[in-house]
């Protein structure tokens, strides 16, 4: 894996990793420090691997790149990504996954409020706890969360599919509690065992437009 380190500005890392690409389809950079709008519009099936904290919308409109964060990120991680996975070993701001197209974001830790708002495609991983709504204007995708959730979920949604393992302040009221079969424990036992996940799929929920 090719790396960099003590790299500074958002246009010094961005030109770095279209650098890096030039030799390697996997790459690293280390010492970030709250830097804005990093692998915005990255294209293609690669890896990068962040080390350090970094400010808003990481990944925006990636198409195919695995990101992979060793830190904290601020707000819109993956904001309208089309394909690819951010995975956030750390905690999220407000906003993750708005506007989610396709792929997948997990974060390992908690995220605050809007997460997957106007969410289209894609799936939303969050380990920890959400601090706030979950979903809203929601029109397709799927969320799972395996912390709590301490806000309202699904307001205004018109599709997608949330599941759940701890109480919710509330549900929309178009979205009902549905069985799960066996294809969504399969789901939800493929995601925890490759992310490393000690979950047990059958104590979730699952709630949908009935």
Do not use: W
């Amino acid at each position: 894996m090719t790396e960099k380190t003590k790299i500074r500005t958002t246009r010094q890392i961005n030109r770095a990793i279209d650098e890096l690409f030039t030799s390697s389809n996997r790459i690293r950079i280390s010492g970030l420090t709250k830097q804005n709008s990093i692998a915005v519009g990255i294209r293609g099936d690669r890896e990068i691997r962040l080390a350090g904290d970094l400010g808003n919308y990481l990944g925006a409109f990636n198409h195919g790149c695995l990101i992979t964060l060793d830190g904290n990120a601020g707000k819109y991680v993956g904001y309208s990504m089309e394909e690819g996975g951010i995975i956030i070993n750390g905690t999220c701001g407000i906003g993750t996954g708005t506007f989610l197209k396709g792929g997948i974001i997990v974060v390992r830790s908690s995220t605050g409020d809007g997460l997957g708002q106007y969410q289209k495609d894609g799936t939303i991983l969050v380990q920890g706890n959400v601090e706030g709504s979950v979903g809203q204007y929601s029109k397709g995708g799927t969320i799972i969360i395996v912390g709590k959730t301490m806000g309202r979920i699904c307001s205004g949604a018109t599709g997608g599919t949330v599941f759940l393992s701890s109480s919710f302040e509330r549900m929309e009221p178009t979205f009902k509690e549905s069985k799960m079969n066996g294809n969504d424990l399969n789901t939800l036992k493929r995601y925890f065992d490759h992310y490393g996940i000690k979950a047990e799929p059958r104590a979730f929920r699952k709630y949908a437009i009935s």
